[in-house]
């Protein structure tokens, strides 16, 4: 439906929908079974379900049939944060849920994966032939003396081999951990020198943009400077023989061999994820097989209603916790579909093709691709048949209320957006999807399951219709168990303890509004506080990016020794765009009109490029070290950037500004 009036929704399910959702059939269940409330809907599922914290992860771990090879003696053992224990005393493991849909007869012959590369040719997986290979791989990496809790590599795209790979160290015991192949040397070895890795999953090169790109050399330099890897996997991608002392994906994966799945404690890490690492070596945060394993099943299998007849496409990399996310689609019996290449190759339609040729029913992207299809002006709606879609995800960073409208005009008035928000440091959502749930522009649609989501003021007040900090009052299954080389935990509690004590605090600005939808304002670590009115950065990228001149942005506020305030906005041009006094009157109109005459800024910088992590995100914080005289080499770290060539125009800005 179209909005009628400014605060109608932008789209709400119909009955029928919301009576097929899982979530739906979920709280009726647990209505009877465990007393949650039959009535109230999703608000008083999710009320039951932050107060009845340990009945409600008992009946998710009920409705979706975990396998516990030894009983549970608690729900939570302990709930302090950081170190709240779960499952005491059970033992399970995630491969087995994920590769279960195999047993099935009538399911066995089914694509598990759909594997699609720049040619858009579909290679499928069945899940017997999955089953297959990582009970073949998992055998031979114990041939290798592979042990629980021994770490597993991979520089690896986003191929089946990947996925092979990551279950089958799993079905061992071993903890997993993946950097995809455009991360350089340094940038890859800052990650696995940390933990240590005794088997290393590659590929000889990758094909991105229409190109072969080598990594020959690459891998070398990790396995002369990884001396802790005992074996060195090769997967010919580009077809090269491997190397001397390699051995062969081929070799290893042939075998009929039935997988063997290591029984291992709850809290037994699953994988090693990382932080973008801009300002220091990443953090190398651990997570867990019960807790990924319940958290996801939740996530995927109640609010994005994922189920066995459902195709899950989610545009990611190895390198991006979302691989991760994407992989766990196998827990609910859904077909997952891996597209490695450019997300904007052969044109910036690419991805609305893949979901066409693939019958995505859940397409999952940035927002960033989001806004450059609606400035690039192209029709997925008109020019594609994406009848199948059913919900279309963004995250990354928030969606602006554009980027709703758009969806909503160019792909299909009946389509579910779901604009999500988490983190690496969980590997899921705080917030974001509910099919039973209207979608409202500019807000995700409430707070997860289990997940006591609430607004702070600096001295620990719950706000409503205020910007806070995100925070979380009680504990998640998939919350880091701890950090890697972190022996005492002070990295740890730093992180995300250090301003309310037992309190996990995320570093974003967010409003929780009176109907209980949430709103993202961006990084509350480079918020811009300026005469004591604080804005995210989400929100003036959100109405700069609107002029069609402005392909991209980056805005820093920097608190003078003065006790002054300069907020530089730096502007990276469409092609033929002119930054004239036109444009830069345009700007500040739109900034002072609508958002706040406080946070126009002082200057507007025109800028080659606007710097990211390895993972999309806009750099920040970084840049404001650099404005503020903090030499380059202290104020982030070389192998985090995407192109570290555009920080020195910032560190020479800095540098003329002292002069």
Same mark, same amino acid.
């Given at each position: ?42 608000? *008083? ?66 694509? *598990?994966? !759909? ?132 051995? *062969? ?68 990399? %190895? ?18 579909? !891996? ?173 929780? %509004? ?98 990211? %992590? ?46």
């Amino acid at each position: 439906m179209t909005a009628a009036t400014p605060d109608a929704p932008l789209w709400e399910p119909s009955p029928e929908r919301i009576e097929a959702a899982a979530v739906t059939r979920f709280q009726s269940w647990a209505a009877s079974r465990f007393g949650a409330p039959a009535d109230g809907g999703y608000a *008083a599922l999710h009320r039951w379900s932050v107060d009845e914290l340990d009945t409600f992860w008992q009946a998710v771990a009920e409705w979706f049939d975990i396998r516990f090879s030894t009983p549970y003696e608690s729900v939570i053992g302990d709930r302090t944060m950081p170190g709240a224990t779960w499952f005491p005393g059970a033992t399970l493991n995630y491969a087995e849920h994920a590769l279960r849909t195999a047993e099935d007869p009538a399911r066995a012959d089914t694509p *598990a994966l !759909l594997y699609v590369d720049e040619t858009h040719t579909q290679v499928p997986i069945s899940w017997s032939d999955l089953r297959r290979q990582v009970g073949a791989l998992a055998a031979e990496l114990r041939a290798l003396g592979v042990t629980p809790g021994d770490r597993v590599s991979g520089y690896l795209p986003n191929i089946p081999q990947a996925v092979v790979a990551f279950l089958a160290t799993a079905a061992v015991g071993g903890v997993w951990t993946s950097c995809a192949p455009d991360f350089g040397a340094r940038s890859v070895l800052d990650r696995f020198q940390q933990i240590e890795p005794v088997v290393l999953f590659t590929v000889d090169g990758y094909r991105y943009g229409g190109k072969e790109h080598d990594r020959t050399e690459t891998v070398a330099e990790l396995r002369r400077e990884l001396p802790t890897l005992r074996a060195v996997v090769h997967i010919p991608l580009l077809g090269t023989d491997a190397p001397e002392g390699a051995l *062969a994906w081929a070799a290893l994966t042939s075998a009929d061999t039935e997988p063997v799945f290591e029984q291992v404690p709850f809290d037994h890490p699953l994988w090693v994820l990382y932080s973008s690492g801009t300002t220091g070596l990443p953090k190398a945060i651990v997570q867990s097989q019960g807790g990924i394993l319940l958290e996801h099943f939740k996530q995927l299998g109640l609010h994005c209603d994922l189920g066995p007849e459902d195709r899950f496409f989610w545009y990611t990399s %190895t390198g991006w916790m979302m691989w991760n996310f994407l992989v766990s689609g196998l827990l609910t019996g859904t077909t997952v579909v !891996l597209y490695d290449g450019s997300p904007g190759y052969p044109d910036v339609s690419a991805q609305w093709r893949i979901a066409e040729q693939t019958g995505a029913t859940l397409y999952g992207t940035s927002a960033a691709y989001v806004m450059a299809c609606r400035k690039a002006g192209i029709h997925p709606g008109r020019d594609f048949d994406l009848s199948r879609v059913q919900c279309v995800a963004t995250t990354g960073s928030p969606l602006p209320p554009d980027g709703f409208r758009w969806l909503h005009d160019e792909v299909a008035d009946d389509l579910w957006i779901a604009s999500v928000s988490g983190g690496t440091d969980v590997c899921s959502c705080f917030a974001g999807a509910v099919p039973t749930l209207p979608v409202h522009i500019g807000e995700l649609q409430a707070p997860c399951l289990g997940t006591d989501l609430q607004s702070w003021d600096p001295s620990g007040k719950p706000l409503t219709g205020e910007v806070g900090e995100l925070v979380v009052t009680n504990p998640l299954p998939s919350m880091p168990i701890r950090f890697w080389n972190d022996p005492d935990g002070s990295r740890y509690h730093d992180s995300y303890f250090d301003m309310y004590p037992g309190v996990w605090r995320h570093g974003d600005w967010i409003t929780i %509004t009176d109907r209980g939808s949430v709103i993202i304002h961006g990084r509350s670590d480079s918020t811009l506080n300026r005469q004591g009115v604080r804005m995210g950065s989400a929100d003036i990228y959100e109405a700069v990016e609107r002029l069609p001149e402005i392909r991209e942005s980056l805005v820093i506020g920097i608190e003078e020794p003065d006790g002054g305030y300069w907020m530089p906005l730096f502007v990276h041009l469409a092609d033929g765009a002119t930054l004239d006094d036109d444009l830069r009157a345009a700007i500040k109109a739109t900034i002072r009109e609508n958002l706040s005459p406080r946070h126009v800024p002082d200057e507007v910088i025109e800028v080659p490029a606007i710097p990211h %992590t390895l993972t999309g995100k806009r750099i920040e914080v970084p840049v404001k070290r650099l404005l503020q005289g903090t030499e380059l080499a202290k104020a982030v770290n070389p192998g985090s950037v995407d192109n570290l060539d555009l920080l020195h125009f910032y560190a020479e800005l800095a540098a003329n500004r002292r002069r």
